[in-house]
């Protein structure tokens, strides 16, 4: 059975400091790997989506690695904003059709 | 643009009373699942579909029902509803079977079982 975990649950820093948020999973046999934002009482919004045989893909101020024999995918957040304070979620796809997920990060973004 | 529709987006229930759940796409998506998000837990899947009149069940199925008669809809009901099932419901939609599409997410409903 697929596990993801994320680390840490929680993150606070100081506007301008880039962010770091790890997940890791347990199975590398997986197809992709999406990143999601989700904002206070709202849905989960796709941020990025890295195919298993990528290594990166970069949207604006975010990219996202993925090291898939190691099972670790990494969110990069450049010059942080204090809207940019969300939970993200990251969600691994493996060779079924059943997503599964980490319990997320929450960062918090201080002005 | 709709994309994946939730209603209702709250719901109180008393224990034992059923509900249905909607959930639309109008994106031709063969591919809907149905997560329940719990405080400090990642979304669990509960039950999926590949396609009109095919379901199977999910991460944790029991006490809840699905049926996949179009393309667009694909409701959640609850039967007999427990405490246990106070939850945010996710409803997800994907281009197709395939595994290499990303996934689109309704808003969410919020149910609270008293």
């Known amino acids: 059975k697929q596990e993801v975990t994320q680390i840490p649950a929680a993150l606070s820093v100081p506007e301008g400091e880039n962010l770091v948020l790890n997940c890791s999973f347990t199975?590398?046999?997986?197809?992709?790997l999406q990143w999601f934002r989700q904002d206070p009482g709202k849905g989960l919004t796709s941020l990025l989506l890295i195919q298993s045989s990528q290594r990166e893909q970069t949207s604006g101020r975010l990219n996202a690695s993925l090291d898939k024999s190691s099972g670790r995918s990494t969110l990069y957040i450049a010059a942080s904003q204090p809207g940019d304070s969300a939970t993200y979620l990251c969600a691994v796809r493996p060779h079924d059709y059943k997503l599964s997920f980490g319990a997320g990060t929450t960062v918090t973004v201080r002005a | 643009n709709a994309g994946v529709t939730q209603t209702p987006k709250f719901q109180v229930l008393k224990t034992g009373q059923s509900m249905t759940l909607q959930c639309a796409q109008d994106?031709?998506?063969?591919?809907m699942s149905w997560y329940r998000q719990d405080p400090g837990m990642g979304l669990r899947l509960i039950h999926y579909s590949v396609g009109a009149g095919i379901t199977d069940q999910g991460e944790v199925p029991n006490g809840y029902n699905v049926s996949r008669s179009t393309t667009e809809d694909f409701p959640l009901r609850l039967l007999s509803a427990a405490p246990s099932q106070t939850s945010v419901y996710f409803c997800a939609s994907s281009p197709e079977a395939a595994l290499v599409t990303e996934a689109f997410f309704g808003q969410g409903t919020r149910l609270t079982v008293v």
């Open positions: 199975d590398s046999a997986i197809y992709n």
């Open positions: 994106m031709n998506h063969e591919y």
